[in-house]
């Protein structure tokens, strides 16, 4: 799936207009657009220095910050929208930050890699860790320092006082509703505090 694919799935979600937060948002790829295809408005937060300059030269507004420090200069409601894609893997305060997401935000997005996703589970099996094309890496050399299924976020979500207002997988480029925890790569969720 190209980033233009994630982008058009994600800005679907994304009501024209909306306040956006974007944790971890990268080059600031998906701000752009948003800000270009639903009139939306907002800023990113990105550690990683060459990236906060590509969302400098895009005209996104970004923050430099480090996730793990948690979102306390955002008072509550301060978006309409936040959205954490593909970042929760990479966090070690990921409850607190799913916290702080619907906190600061009136809706979260959250992505993250599936990893009940047949292949995964079939590598497993076979005694030996997943590497595909939405895993990548091996055990050893991993960002990514949580897994997680389908199954899984909605029990956080449901401990943690969210309300799921939507869900489905993508696999290369398509958006999956059939066995999604089963037969797709990566999961999406957008949801509300209770």
């Given at each position: 799936?190209?980033?233009?694919?994630?982008?058009?799935?994600?800005?679907?979600?994304v009501?024209?207009?909306?306040?956006?937060?974007?944790?971890?948002?990268?080059?600031?790829?998906?701000?752009?657009?948003?800000?270009?295809?639903?009139?939306?408005?907002?800023?990113?937060?990105?550690?990683?220095?060459?990236?906060?300059?590509?969302?400098?030269?895009?005209?996104?507004?970004?923050?430099?910050?480090n996730l793990?420090?948690?979102?306390?200069?955002?008072?509550?409601?301060?978006?309409?929208?936040?959205?954490?894609?593909?970042?929760?893997?990479h966090l070690?305060?990921?409850?607190?930050?799913?916290?702080?997401?619907?906190?600061?935000g009136?809706?979260?997005?959250?992505?993250?890699?599936?990893?009940?996703?047949?292949?995964?589970?079939?590598?497993?099996l076979?005694?030996?860790?997943p590497?595909?094309?939405?895993?990548?890496?091996q055990?050893?050399?991993?960002?990514?320092?949580?897994v997680?299924?389908?199954?899984?976020?909605?029990?956080l979500?449901?401990?943690?006082?969210?309300?799921?207002?939507?869900?489905?997988?993508?696999?290369?480029?398509?958006?999956?509703?059939r066995?999604?925890?089963?037969?797709?790569?990566?999961a999406?969720?957008?949801?509300?505090?209770?």
């Open positions: 799936m190209s980033q233009h694919d994630v982008h058009d799935v994600i800005a679907q979600l009501p024209p207009g909306s306040r956006v937060l974007d944790l971890g948002c990268g080059n600031g790829a998906l701000l752009a657009h948003l800000r270009d295809a639903r009139q939306c408005t907002g800023y990113g937060i990105e550690l990683d220095d060459a990236k906060v300059m590509q969302c400098v030269q895009r005209g996104v507004n970004v923050i430099q910050r793990e420090e948690g979102l306390s200069l955002f008072e509550d409601n301060s978006f309409d929208v936040v959205l954490q894609l593909d970042t929760l893997q070690r305060n990921t409850v607190d930050m799913l916290r702080e997401t619907a906190r600061v009136k809706q979260g997005i959250v992505s993250f890699p599936n990893f009940a996703h047949w292949p995964h589970r079939l590598s497993v076979r005694g030996r860790m590497v595909t094309r939405s895993l990548p890496y055990w050893y050399d991993t960002p990514n320092i949580r997680a299924t389908f199954a899984d976020f909605e029990v979500a449901e401990q943690n006082g969210l309300r799921i207002l939507d869900s489905f997988g993508v696999h290369e480029g398509e958006i999956v509703t066995w999604p925890n089963l037969m797709a790569s990566k999406v969720f957008k949801f509300e505090r209770r």
